[in-house]
């Protein structure tokens, strides 16, 4: 079992290495992705130069899916970063002054958990007509209130414990006891939360733009890319199933290498 | 435990008055929840960039007088309060306005897709809960084995995976490929509604079944790990009184997540109704959005608000009625 | 026919080596038996090994013979399955989580019996009678009940099936002192009515003394002594043995200095070869570290190659006489009238209690759980406010230089975050220390200045409580508090806490307050002392005193109680 899940790293490692090449580079692999070619029109996997085929204006599914991978991944972890950032900053505060702030950070959650995020992200978005970087923003505004009840929580969890409370006699500052005694012991969680979030808000993304919200059309998007071949799906397969494909391996190899990374976390807490 | 011990105990509850006090103060809380919803609710029209006016009118041919009717019937001239008054006073009697895309009322757009959706939410409930439940239970039982790692790993993949990417994925595999099941539509009710149903509610309830299949595995293992379950070992109970002890402690966190995936299901359909071109509540929502059709959408958001806020009561009452800890100290 | 219960050659193998060798074991019918060691000695993993309980992962060996039934236990724990609730039982030690929270008492108690059985009101009211609980408790959920009426139920459902042989996994040692009393004395009668077998696992010494009639010894996987009942500690062969024994703290007097064993417990498959004991025996020699010595003996057996003959002179031990400490005139800190109440409907955990400490003294609290004597501390510190009362200190220094704290628990007192250089340096700075003094503060409390280096998580406990100790003088505070200091700790490693302590207080001159439940421990260390019981002080003085004549009837209780175990 042990070994098993050791090769975690491993194997999640090769997708998302690729993906992050994709990310990187796409503009000098496929510089013409989205060059269209009318005459071309829709044709089946396999046909000469288009392994997957290609779509009703004629661009290569292949090459649309490469460039595609920036836009699916470059925002959700600008998402997971910045609701994190958010999460710590008032979650600390929140967790270990209590008071005000406590009651009004749990109340917004408390509304924002009165709905699905999928609806609200859907209304908000679909309602100010903003392109990426606004759909970015409001997912950070949503997926924030579960990251500060997080690290509230695991704020208050060391807050309680005797080592907190011997800095406090000792009479140190509460800045100091924030960031260097709870701070650094929350961390852990913290980060492998936000690989989750990664995922999460990688899906929260690509359904938006299905949904034909935020990204813009033309610019290459897995998400938009498989609402665009829905009606294709019985002249070329390719353009359904790759895309698709993507965006669960992505969010798979993700999500494995995030529950290993709190597992693993979670087997450290013990063992001290 | 029989069913007429248990009816027993409920009325005995009911009798003694605190079960009817909790549920008095839940109703309040849940009651403002909505309130303050439907405030947020109602500031999406003029959160909406442009004039509200003119967000009304929609595609139709803007004329002065247009504007003026409009104006007057939504009150838009009144101060702010004024109007949300009188939006919520007709929201209440079921009156949320007129569709601006279609030329009805949004009550009547509703009530005619809204059945569909709920046919689709209760098959994909039914499908989570009748295969996740089990297996949650199965890998618990046997953490560690064959069963427990393959699933364990299929739901890590489960919980993350998108469901339209699903969804289409099913639809060429069972739709075209394979020609089990139809393509497109909701069928002509009966039967074949339900056949056409069937890939729908499948997709839905893979990301569910993911999900619920974690809850249940992590409860009954964290219920097995406990010393009861042990000391339950060493006097020599059977294997299926160990099992009921287990499932009846474990069944507390499971039954409140099942609340929780509620929430979900709803934000899920309403991929899946695109995806699958079906016309329920759910691809009205996101056509509304696009079009900006604001009675539909903020019709659409109360309502699943309310149905959500119901369902998290529902779930904290039957809480109070299985565990006899929350009983005796009463809720927070 | 009736010939009790025979373990031989019982082996225990974990996922990182060996957890019991070779171990032997006899319990005749209607006697008790007691399985003693420290944490790590293989004793829980022994009576779960008995009962086919061990954990995932755990794999056994060796046999087990009742009467004329002999399993092999490599089989499994099915093989078990006809013996275990049948005619073995186990009793765990916590009452809190070891029934059900949502089956009511009566269900759980005869879920063991036939279904028609089951059923039957006077059958539910003569277990409850046995163990002395009104016939309401059937009705009710543990949470209802108390820590004591909890393991009650427990053990009335452990004997639903009528065992031959109850093993006790520490019964009594999550219970008061004065709740363990009744408990044991329970299991005495219960034990003689049903001419029952009983094997005690235990780690207080008191209990093994007082109820067993034989009594082994384990250290480190393995069993090194066992013979008659208090024989084994009284004519101690085996040095661990011995050393256990001397450094248990006395109640009847206080020592100058604990005897106590070097070093800690090593985990049983860290010993690669010779004696279990040698790295820390002092009379081991190279044979005792090449070769492991084996079992011998008839009525008492030992495992040692120079055990400690009779003719041996013990070692004397040196009495202190209970000193009044000098400067004892000038108070340091003065608490009138202090009370304090959680939440409206509670009880008062602290009422109008009122307390003073001299500069350099060492007073001693002594209560059960729910005392108030934990709040106390914590209102003096600081760390909780108060409804009503004063504390007045009479020195004017800043708060870090006034006073400390040591908890109980040393695993979660270090931050894991940190090393213990920077722990102790942020301590020194918050006192207006330099850091340099890391070094000098390590041997302070007997630790090599290597530790500076090293994470929390790589010291074991009474290591991790020494440098919770040192951090805690750092800033040299005038009084130091200890919150139940010892009472996670093993007891050859309590006694050189003890020991740290008084000396500490020798060479510093620091006022001491000393909060515990173990009136032995609080002998060493305080001496004056105040008894609290229900958010009360019900009597106070010189340790001696109310040693010897204590006026209040809960403090008699509570010395005859933990004398008589």
């Known amino acids: 079992m042990t070994t098993r899940r050791s090769l975690i790293p491993f194997v999640t490692g090769i997708p998302l290495s690729i993906i992050a090449i994709f990310v990187l580079a796409s503009r000098w692999i496929v510089p013409n992705a989205t060059q269209q070619d009318i005459m071309t029109g829709v044709t089946a996997p396999g046909t000469a130069g288009h392994l997957f085929g290609t779509d009703q204006l004629g661009r290569d599914i292949g090459q649309l899916a490469i460039a595609g991978a920036s836009s699916a991944v470059v925002g959700p972890i600008v998402i997971a970063l910045g609701s994190m950032m958010i999460g710590i900053l008032l979650g600390t505060f929140a967790g270990y002054m209590g008071g005000w702030l406590d009651l009004l950070l749990s109340k917004y959650a408390d509304l924002l958990l009165a709905l699905p995020t999928t609806l609200v992200a859907l209304v908000v978005t679909g309602l100010i007509d903003g392109g990426y970087w606004v759909t970015v923003l409001v997912l950070i505004m949503l997926f924030s209130p579960t990251d500060i009840r997080m690290i509230r929580g695991s704020v208050i969890a060391q807050t309680g414990r005797p080592y907190i409370e011997s800095a406090k006699v000792l009479g140190l500052s509460r800045r100091r006891i924030m960031f260097r005694h709870i701070l650094p012991n929350v961390l852990p969680v913290a980060f492998s939360t936000m690989l989750l979030n990664v995922a999460f808000a990688l899906v929260s993304m690509s359904a938006l733009s299905f949904l034909g919200l935020g990204v813009g059309p033309g610019v290459p998007d897995w998400g938009r890319q498989l609402s665009d071949s829905r009606d294709l799906i019985d002249r070329n397969w390719g353009s359904v199933v790759l895309p698709a494909m993507l965006i669960i391996i992505t969010a798979a190899a993700i999500n494995l290498l995030g529950d290993w990374l709190q597992d693993r976390f979670e087997q450290r807490a013990v063992q001290r | ?332 | 026919m009736n010939r009790g219960l025979t373990l031989s050659n019982l082996v225990v193998t974990g996922p990182a080596g060996l957890i019991v060798t070779r171990m032997d074991l006899h319990v005749e019918p209607g006697q008790t038996v007691a399985l003693v060691g420290e944490s790590g000695s293989g004793k829980s993993m022994t009576a779960k090994a008995m009962t086919g309980l061990l954990p995932r992962g755990v794999s056994a060996t060796g046999n087990l013979q009742l009467d004329d039934t002999v399993i092999d236990l490599s089989e499994g724990p099915t093989a078990l399955s006809h013996l275990r609730g049948k005619r073995i039982s186990l009793l765990l030690q916590n009452p809190f989580t070891s029934l059900s929270p949502v089956h009511r008492c009566g269900e759980q108690i005869t879920a063991t019996l036939s279904p028609d059985l089951r059923r039957s009101k006077d059958e539910i009211r003569r277990r409850l009678d046995e163990v002395d609980l009104p016939e309401r408790v059937a009705r009710q959920f543990p949470f209802e009940l108390s820590g004591g009426m909890r393991q009650r139920v427990a053990l009335a459902a452990s004997l639903a099936s009528n065992p031959q042989i109850l093993i006790g996994d520490e019964p009594t040692t999550a219970l008061d002192v004065t709740t363990q009393r009744e408990m044991l004395n329970l299991l005495e009668r219960i034990q003689q009515e049903r001419n029952m077998s009983l094997l005690l696992i235990t780690h207080d010494l008191g209990v093994a003394r007082e109820r067993a009639d034989k009594i082994l010894v384990m250290y480190a996987g393995r069993l090194v002594e066992s013979g008659h009942g208090s024989d084994v500690f009284t004519h101690a062969q085996h040095p661990y043995t011995a050393g256990l024994r001397d450094s248990d703290p006395p109640l009847e007097h206080r020592l100058i200095e604990l005897p106590a064993i070097a070093g800690s417990v090593p985990h049983p498959w860290e010993v690669a070869i010779g004696c279990v004991f040698a790295p820390r025996c002092n009379r081991a020699d190279d044979h005792c570290r090449s070769d492991a010595p084996e079992l011998v003996g008839t009525a008492s057996q030992v495992a040692c190659w120079k055990p400690i003959t009779q003719i041996e002179e013990q070692p004397t031990l040196q009495i202190a006489h209970d000193v009044a400490p000098q400067n004892s005139k000038d108070p340091l800190v003065v608490l009138t009238g202090l009370s304090q109440r959680f939440t409206p409907t509670a009880p008062l955990a602290l009422d109008d209690v009122s307390l003073e400490i001299r500069a350099g003294e060492a007073v001693g609290i002594v209560g059960e759980s729910g005392s108030g004597k934990t709040t106390l501390a914590r209102c003096l510190i600081g760390l909780q406010s108060f409804d009503s009362g004063t504390i007045s200190w009479s020195i004017d220094v800043p708060m870090a230089q006034r006073a400390q704290i040591v908890f109980q628990d040393p695993t979660s007192a270090l931050n894991p975050a940190m090393t213990i250089g920077a722990t102790l340096a942020e301590a020194l700075r918050a006192g207006q220390r330099d850091k340099s003094e890391v070094e000098s503060l390590l041997h302070l409390v007997g630790l090599p200045s290597e530790y500076a280096n090293r994470r929390p998580s790589g010291l074991s406990g009474g290591e991790q409580q020494r440098v919770a100790i040192a951090r805690a003088i750092a800033p040299r505070p005038r009084l130091l508090i200890c919150d139940e200091p010892v009472s996670s700790l093993d007891v050859s490693v309590q006694a050189q806490i003890l020991n740290l302590m008084n000396s500490l207080l020798r060479d510093l001159g620091i006022a001491l307050l000393f909060i515990t439940h173990d009136l032995a421990v609080v002998r060493q260390v305080a001496s004056r002392v105040y008894v609290m019981n229900n958010g009360k002080v019900v009597e106070s003085g010189a340790m001696e005193e109310v040693l010897l004549s204590p006026q209040h009837e809960y403090t008699r209780q509570l010395f005859a109680s933990v004398a008589g175990k």
Do not use: C
């Not at chain 2, 109703?27 to 439907?38: D, E, F």
């Not at chain 2, 007057?72 to 006073?89: A, C, E, I, R, S």
């Not at chain 2, 002890?245 to 709803?266: C, D, E, H, K, Y």
């Open chain 2, 1 to 332: 435990m029989d069913s007429a011990h248990s009816h027993r105990r409920l009325t005995q509850l009911l009798s003694r008055g605190s079960l009817t006090r909790f549920i008095i103060v839940r109703l309040a809380a849940t009651g403002l929840l909505l309130v303050v919803l439907s405030f947020v609710v109602f500031a999406l029209l003029h959160l909406t960039p442009g004039d509200p006016a003119r967000n009304l009118v929609g595609v139709r041919n803007v004329t002065p007088e247009l504007l003026q009717s409009i104006r007057d019937k939504y009150h838009l001239n009144d101060p702010f309060l004024t109007q949300y008054l009188h939006w919520l006073g007709n929201v209440v009697q079921g009156d949320f306005g007129e569709s601006i895309r279609n030329n009805t009322t949004v009550t009547t757009l509703l009530s005619d897709r809204v059945l569909l959706t709920l046919q689709l939410a209760a098959f994909s409930f039914t499908l989570t809960v009748l295969f996740a439940v089990p297996l949650g239970i199965a890998a618990a039982w046997r953490s560690g084995s064959v069963l427990d790692r393959s699933v364990s790993a299929a739901s890590i993949v489960g919980v993350g995976a998108p469901t339209y990417a699903v969804g289409l994925l099913l639809l060429y595999v069972f739709g075209l490929w394979l020609d089990i099941f139809p393509v497109y539509g909701s069928g002509d009710g009966g039967f074949d509604r339900w056949w056409h149903l069937v890939l729908p509610a499948i997709t839905l309830a893979s990301g569910l079944a993911a999900m619920v299949f974690k809850l249940t595995r992590t409860a009954v293992v964290a219920e097995l790990n406990q010393d009861y379950v042990a000391f339950a070992q060493s006097r020599g109970l059977s294997h299926r009184q160990i099992r009921s002890l287990v499932l009846r402690n474990a069944m507390i966190p499971v039954a409140t997540s099942l609340g929780l995936v509620f929430a979900f299901l709803f934000g899920g359909t309403i991929l899946v109704e695109v995806t699958f071109a079906l016309q329920g509540i759910g691809s009205l929502l996101a056509g509304s959005v696009t079009f900006k059709d604001l009675p539909v959408v903020q019709a659409i958001t109360l309502l699943t608000a309310t149905v959500i806020a119901l369902t998290a009561l529902a779930v904290d009452i039957l809480y109070y009625v299985v565990d006899p800890r929350v009983r005796k100290r009463g809720m927070k």
